[in-house]
């Protein structure tokens, strides 16, 4: 039997839905709404496409919005200076600074110095390092993970006591999922281009991540029968019958892992629209803090 599709898009549409009426709510009690403030340095076609997705995605669900965005001359100070700007204003509630930036600019510290009670996106260095910490709660969890583990939690899987295997190990996704997912009792491996006999390790997971960036990279007999595929991949590959001369695809061989799996979910439209999801819940959250 083919595996279950996990739907972001519909999960995504019910949680925004949900988070939009509590901003309705919110703003009656408060006389105010959510703010977010946003910081784009350059000109990455793909990450100003993704900050006009979730400014609108703020717009859908009534949470107020800026963007600052910088030449890719900015300077090192010019970039910290805006994010300051947003710490000093009441509006914002929550600071997303947009990934990568360019060369010259040191990203580590810029993220140092968002206000830990504006980091909506979970990733000050501060935010992390309590995600890894027993007895200690981040003021926020990373977007993209807190979105995976809605996902497994959607399938209706046992995380507690479980195998998971996360395949990737970035600050921005590998590594702060196998933190949630240790949190959530589960047993975790990590594993990277160092790991020996990958497709053994793999085969182990009841719940597999893939986030490594690497183009339908994980085989279906890889997986083991049943197994919670969560594909964080979106990689573009040529395709000379699509408009654009390319598709996107996972980091999953989906067609190959559909006949294993017990649940998967598709690119696009599966983890993407979960890490807007979760950085306007954030946002709402640190508006009510």
Known sequence: MPAEIIDGRAVAKRLQGEIGKAVVD????????????????????ASAMYVRMKRRACERVGIHSK?????????????ENAVRSYNADP??????????????????????????????????PMNLGRLGMRGREPSFTPA?????????????????????????????????VALMLTN????????????RDLPAVVKRGDIVVAAVGRA?????????????????????????????GYRYVGDVDYAAALAVAGHITKVPGGVGPMTITMLLANTLKAARS
Not at 184 to 195: G, P
Not at 217 to 244: H, T
């Open 26 to 45: 919110f703003e009656n009690e408060t006389g105010f709404v959510p703010g977010l403030g946003v910081v784009l340095v350059g000109d990455d076609a």
């Open 67 to 79: 963007a600052e965005i910088l030449p890719a001359s900015a300077t090192q100070a010019e970039v």
């Open 91 to 124: 509006s914002i509630h929550g600071i997303l600074v947009q990934l990568p930036m360019p060369d010259h600019i040191d990203e580590e510290a810029v993220l140092n110095e968002v206000s830990l009670a504006k980091d909506v996106d979970g990733i000050h």
């Open 144 to 176: 993209t993970p807190t979105g995976v583990m809605a996902l497994i939690n959607e399938t209706g899987a046992q995380v507690e006591g479980a195998e998971a295997v996360v395949i990737g190990r970035s600050n921005i996704v590998g590594l702060p």
């Open 184 to 195: 959530a009792n589960a047993t975790v491996t990590i594993c990277h281009s160092r790991t």
């Open 216 to 244: 339908e990279f994980v085989k279906g007999d890889w997986l083991k029968p049943g197994a919670v595929v969560i594909d964080v991949g979106s990689n573009s590959v040529p395709d000379a019958n699509s408009e654009k």
